[in-house]
């Protein structure tokens, strides 16, 4: 049976003092004796006390929490964005509290409920695939707590966030494939009511309509952008009666998924048909051929998320406007989208 943690109250009683003596003594209050501290801090220890500093900040008006929800930690991007949130917020004296939302936005509306019972200070999120509103965010706006969206952000709205210029990410890697001599480039697109996606989308766009190429849908592939979307997404691919010479990937769950479909055809990459995805997964310097990719600095967004976080929770009694950080993506090249000359 699990034995009862001591309290305050306990160390109380069992000294002859009061509560507040022992508060005081175990906060090191100048009022306290040497001596009483002593006895004091040698039975917590024989007892095993455990200041509760939850409690004690909330009653101060803090609760040094701060709440993430992220839509999965599997592979290489979340598990990076966490890092550098934690980072910068232990420095700034604040613990994490991490959620999951598992792509469902009813997850997500009950992650946001768990948040604000713990009575966090501020969150931190990047939206579930499935998130079409932004109603289960207004209780977070009315309680005036500060929220911050990071990479996922549903288009149109006027909220702070840190995102990644995914146009210019798109644009680049579109522009590389057809340095290459990809004419019939393909793209396998995620959910457009998303920032990340729709922004995906206009670059490969961009970048085909500058080098005088037609926008062709029926090689445009609509998916969840998960390794079985990209193989069904390939499959349907080669089922045209002209085949495309490369596909970008707004995910390389999404292209990996397509290099398993093109070895079971016995077709080579990138001599057949190139490929380059998103994101800069750790797996995507593990495939053969490696795959290109774009560098999304998720340690960096994840710190900028907390520095905007702290800077609204400074500004807060000041009308703090929505502030929007974009970084700069990163075109990494590898041997699948490097055709030899």
Not at 95 to 120: F, G, M, P, W, Y
Not at 144 to 170: K, T, Y
Request: aromatic share 6%; net charge positive; proline share 4%.
């Amino acid at each position: 049976m699990a034995r009862a943690k001591a309290s305050i109250s306990d160390l109380a009683q069992q000294l002859g003092v009061s509560v507040s003596t022992i508060s005081r003594a175990l906060s090191d209050h100048p009022s306290i004796s040497d001596a009483t501290k002593k006895r004091v801090w040698k039975l917590a220890k024989e007892l095993h006390y455990q200041p509760n500093h939850l409690a004690a900040g909330l009653r101060k008006g803090r609760s040094n929490l701060l709440g993430v929800i992220v839509p999965h930690i599997d592979g290489h991007f979340f598990t990076l964005v966490v890092k550098g949130i934690e980072t910068v917020a232990t420095k700034a004296g604040f613990n994490v509290l991490i959620c999951q939302s598992n792509e469902d936005v009813a997850h997500e509306r009950k992650n946001i409920e768990t948040l604000l019972s713990a009575q966090v200070e501020g969150i931190l999120v990047s939206l579930a695939r499935t998130t079409r509103d932004f109603k289960h965010f207004e209780k977070v706006n009315k309680q005036e707590i500060p929220l911050v969206f990071f990479d996922r952000v549903l288009d149109g709205l006027n909220v702070s966030a840190v995102v990644l210029d995914d146009r210019e990410g798109g644009y680049q890697s579109t522009k590389h494939l057809i340095a290459q001599g990809c004419r019939r480039i393909a793209h396998f697109c995620g959910p457009l009511h998303l920032n990340i996606y729709k922004n995906r989308r206009l670059g490969y766009i961009d970048a085909l309509l500058e080098h005088g190429l037609p926008v062709e849908e029926n090689l445009i592939f609509h998916c969840d952008m998960t390794v079985e979307d990209g193989v069904r997404g390939m499959q349907q691919l080669l089922a045209l009666r002209q085949r495309p010479d490369a596909v970008f990937s707004a995910s390389d769950f999404s292209i990996v998924g397509a290099l398993q479909e093109l070895k079971r055809h016995n077709l080579r990459v990138p001599q057949d048909l190139a490929l380059a995805g998103f994101s800069n997964e750790t797996f995507t310097s593990l495939t053969e051929p490696m795959l290109t990719s774009v560098d999304q600095r998720c340690e960096q967004m994840g710190q900028s998320a907390v520095r905007l976080f702290l800077e609204m929770r400074e500004e807060r009694e000041a009308n703090f406007s929505p502030r929007r950080i974009v970084l700069p993506p990163e075109l990494l090249i590898r041997a699948s989208s490097q055709r030899p000359k």
